[in-house]
């Protein structure tokens, strides 16, 4: 977020230094703080306990998930070939695949968009009607609640980057399947491993589930810093836009796992 512009006032809340262009994302996310208009502008500053007990990142719990479920050997090829693949080679992949029913009612594949060189990776769950008709994640709507919360991050959505658990739309929104989602995977995890972010935002427990191979409830899994695959990237676990928007007092807890996440690679 570019700080040095005329209205990003920096102003006294009950929870420290907030920017005006930051109070008016976290606005925009839905989330009200209370600011000392009279303060004069001092040094940035946000502390955590501006939605709840200071988290410490240095006492988060790191928890590894084995996989639970295997490729078949026609899997397990598909897998070896895209693993060495590079960003143009991978994306024609992914534009072609045909590895799942998917395939059959997809209008478009989504294969991901932004920085190549983000620090920052964010990974929902699929494409929703939105997205398979622009070819591209987080449109619309949730699209719009993510780009907010971006901000609220001090970013900008064409310097992260963003990606789905699966490349393809589930009709009518459904849940991905086992299958779908073991098919789907060599593709994000290339692009992880292309990208090599900071950090790993997982929205939602489609998306959280998968990147960490586990059936824990995602109420359950916020508020802990996890490790992808052994590589040292550390993943943070959030509610998906989508959902937030349904149920808008959860906005709250996502702004601490966006708190939390910053001070890990701050
Ligand atoms: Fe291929 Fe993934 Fe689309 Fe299935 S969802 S057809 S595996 S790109």
Redesign the pocket.
Known sequence: MADNNSSSIERSSKYGYISSTRLAYLDAMGIQVWVQRSCQPQARKISSSATGPEIDPQKLSEQRIEAKVRLSPIGEEHAVSVASMEWESLRRR?TN???????KT?TQ?VFGVGDREADWLFIGE?PGADEDRQGEPFVGRAGQLLNNMIRALGLRREKVYIANI???RPPKNRD?QSG?SL??RP?LRRQIELLNPKIIIALGRIAAQNLLQTDTPIGKMRGRKYMYDNSGIPVIVTYHPAYLLRSPREKRKAWQDLQLALKLIT
């Open positions: 992914v695949c045909t590895l799942c029913e998917l395939h997809r594949t699929a699966l490349k393809c991905p779908e098919a789907c593709y």
